[in-house]
């Protein structure tokens, strides 16, 4: 999908957050995602890191931001917040976002972008289909990729995964 608007320097400065949560997930021996949410004044409210290495898959940041914001805002609050997250979400995070009413995705790397990397590295794909937000929840506004940001999330997949990137 493509962005809905354009990226700001705001928007790169709490993505850089996201792909800094990305690396240590990844340095903590976890699969290399984090997400933020951040309310409409600018404040980062919430942040995460997978946490998926322990066994239990559910464990995206962007699963928890929902669940977070679901205990902590009120629905009002929810709507005007955005998430930032490393790659955007899959189709359970999807749900579970727009489940609780949260506002705009904006995402470093698009699904699109982390498939074709696995695609050319020869990884199977996930048991889930991965597709992209809007394909999941239609009435969420999303923005990205960032091309700033694309190769640095692309070397750590690639490390995760121990592809030697030339």
Do not use: K
């Amino acid at each position: 999908m493509t962005a809905s608007r354009t990226l700001t320097e705001e928007d790169t400065r709490f993505l850089t957050r996201c792909v800094d949560l990305a690396e240590e997930a990844l340095d903590l021996g976890d699969e290399p995602f984090g997400s933020i949410l951040v309310d409409a004044e600018g404040v980062v409210r919430f942040e995460d890191r997978n946490r998926v290495a322990g066994g239990d898959h559910t464990r995206h940041p962007e699963f928890e931001i929902a669940r977070w914001a679901a205990e902590n805002m009120s629905p009002e609050e929810r709507a005007i917040a955005t998430v930032y997250t490393s790659g955007e979400h899959c189709p359970m995070c999807s749900a579970a976002h727009a489940w609780v009413g949260l506002g705009p995705i904006v995402y470093a790397t698009s699904t699109d972008q982390l498939s074709g990397w696995y695609l050319e590295w020869g990884i199977a794909a996930g048991p889930v289909l991965p597709l992209p937000v809007q394909s999941v929840a239609p009435g969420i506004r999303v923005a990205g990729p960032s091309p700033e940001l694309s190769d640095r999330v692309r070397a750590l997949h690639a490390r995760l995964r121990g592809v030697a990137e030339a």
